[in-house]
């Protein structure tokens, strides 16, 4: 019974079949007291039987290896390796599948290697392109064309990062129902509300425009406005934000905080090779091209023809097949 329920447990069957041990240990024991008269504890007997038992246990065992170890062996010599020697190849007694072997080996380590370089080559493709996407972004960030050329969610975009360019803390306020301003930023402890117009050079932004602008500046609670522009201001405009002091900055003003934001520009694209991690150069004037790797590889310049989206689209884009056209 007790048995049936430790069924599954390793320590109650130990000591389940230890008391089983005991108890036939003590019937030998009388019996072998009286058969041979030598006085001998039950305990002390029962010692010996437990050690005899675990020696012969010991050599079953080992027996049992050896023979399986021997069969075994013979099993190996037996079989016959593709240049007809016996165990030419599971005992490593013929020189061709030696070769073979040490081959297989060493191509293994090759594969490994590859893997690991393709992975740190990602990985500079990646950082190398991040940072370049930064210098493309700033360097045409001065070029007024580049800005008019922006989606009304990308100027907005541009806007911000001047401004964080310039030192303040901005919050841009969602693409659609704004509440009539873009972001909101602050430096020290003073709050701005900022609204921008991306209108050619020549379209001025009126006075009404203004109007509902103050009425967002006062919902901030904000100290100042700054609306930006990348065209002018109406002469009524420029009138009433003197009057509630708002802060005009036009297409000329935008350019001049743009250099002042962001003194540096490229005049060379860096790119690596995705396949071999070679870094091409490539000059920020010329248009659409590839350049060839000294591995034969072929390297778009994606920075000729690529919008701002379309070049952060290539960062997450997994596979190389769509960037690196072509292995020679
Ligand atoms: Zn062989
Ligand atoms: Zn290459």
């Known amino acids: 019974m007790s048995y049936q329920r430790s069924n ?13 041990l005991y108890v036939v240990s003590s019937l030998l024991h009388e019996w072998f007291v009286r058969r041979t008269r030598i006085r001998i504890q039950p ?26 170890h021997v069969s075994e062996q013979r099993r190996l010599k037996a079989a016959i390796c593709p240049h007809g020697m016996a165990g030419g190849a599971t005992l490593s007694l013929c020189l061709a599948c030696k070769a073979a072997a040490e081959e297989a080996r060493r191509e293994a380590e090759l594969q490994i290697a590859l893997a690991e370089r393709r992975k740190q080559i990602e990985q500079q493709w990646r950082a190398l392109l991040e940072q370049q996407i930064e210098v493309f972004e700033q360097t045409n960030l001065k070029s007024h064309g580049y800005l008019l050329n922006l989606t009304p969610q990308r100027f907005e975009d541009a806007i911000c990062k001047l401004y964080r360019a310039l030192g303040y803390s901005v919050y841009q306020t969602p693409y659609a129902n704004d509440g009539g301003r873009d972001a909101i930023a602050t430096k020290g402890k003073r709050k701005y509300s900022i609204e921008c117009k991306r ?114 689209a290539l960062i997450s884009k997994r596979s190389p097949a769509k960037y690196v056209r072509g292995t020679k």
């Open 199 to 312: 209108y050619a050079r020549d379209r001025a932004v009126g006075r009404p425009e203004l109007q509902k602008f103050y009425a967002a500046i006062l919902e901030d609670g904000s100290h100042q406005g700054l609306f930006i522009t990348t065209g002018r201001f109406s002469k009524a405009a420029v009138a009433y934000a003197k009057k509630v002091d708002i802060q005009l900055i036009d297409g000329d003003n935008l350019m001049s905080l743009m250099s002042q934001a962001f003194p540096s520009a490229s005049t060379v694209y860096k790119v690596m090779c995705r396949e071999c991690g070679e870094i091409l150069k490539f000059p920020a004037d010329v248009g659409a091209c590839s350049r060839t790797c000294k591995s034969g590889h072929q390297t778009r310049n994606p920075f000729a023809d690529s919008t701002l989206d379309e070049l952060r």
């Open 8 to 20: 599954g447990n390793g320590c109650a069957h130990f000591i389940v079949g230890l008391a089983i």
């Open 43 to 68: 305990i002390a007997f029962f010692i010996l039987i437990l050690v005899a038992l675990v020696t012969v246990g010991l050599m079953v065992y080992q027996i049992i290896r050896l023979v399986s």
